[in-house]
């Protein structure tokens, strides 16, 4: 399988919790390239008081980056975007565009298990209400949308787009979430799949994995929907 996307990834090197170093950037590239990715939205964290690399030291290493990827192949792709705390505020994303993917208007939007859904409700539509197109990230780890599945459904009414990560689809973060993974798929609420990829051993690329995955359990269809059509509308 080729010509997939990554959506969620910590690669940039000595950025925030991702690859420590520019070699470690390197075998992450290399590992996700035999995975048959050839497009990969960078997403370091950007977390008021936690992950506030400045736009030039990401840039930096983005630079970097992207010449390790022309050098394994000229037609790897690497987009710079963020995984922007919902406890940043809309002048960040407004001042400093790499927070969005790939400079768009979307914006792949972390929660932790200490929001409420109303909390997470007000914060898609603060973004929305501002032009910008919230992308959920890892939706499956947050135990309110777990427990009711109608609440990802309101959202997703409201404009708001949902990722989840492959080794959750996978079953590797446990049974539970592996069946609520399912279940999104099933009811069409899943729009985007990322590896959130930090590192070679505990935190990996999985994206070739779950797309094989996908398709057996979902269609070929389906697959080439989540992991090439539906990122490839972002940049488009
Ligand atoms: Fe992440």
């Not at 298990?113 to 109303?118: G, L, Q």
Request: hydrophobic residues 40%; proline residues 2%; glycine residues 6%.
């Amino acid at each position: 399988m080729e010509g997939l996307y990554e959506m969620h990834a910590h690669i940039l090197a000595d950025v925030d919790d991702g690859a420590r170093n520019i070699e470690e950037t390197k075998e992450i590239l290399k590992l996700e390239y035999a995975d048959g990715v050839r497009k990969i939205f960078l997403t370091p964290h950007y977390r008021k008081g936690m992950f506030e690399t400045s736009e030039d030291d990401i840039l930096k290493q983005y630079e970097a980056a992207k010449e390790i990827a022309k050098e394994i192949d000229e037609d790897f792709e690497l987009i710079l975007g963020c995984e922007f705390y919902a406890s940043g505020d809309i002048e960040v994303l407004q001042n400093e565009p790499t927070r969005t993917l790939g400079n768009t208007n979307f914006v792949l939007l972390e929660f932790s298990d200490t929001f409420s859904y109303r909390d997470i409700q007000n914060k898609c539509y603060e973004l929305l209400m501002n032009n910008y197109i919230p992308i959920i990230a890892h939706a499956e780890r947050y135990s309110i949308l777990r427990k009711k599945i109608e609440y990802v459904e309101q959202i997703v009414d409201m404009g708001v787009y949902i990722q989840i990560n492959a080794s959750s689809i996978l079953g590797l973060d446990g049974f539970n979430m592996k069946r609520f993974c399912k279940k999104l798929m099933k009811s069409d609420l899943l729009h985007f799949v990322g590896s959130d990829v930090h590192n070679l051993t505990t935190r990996k690329p999985l994206i070739g994995k779950c797309a094989k995955y996908v398709e057996k359990v979902m269609g070929e269809e389906y697959m080439k929907k989540i992991f090439i059509d539906n990122p490839f509308e972002i940049i488009k």
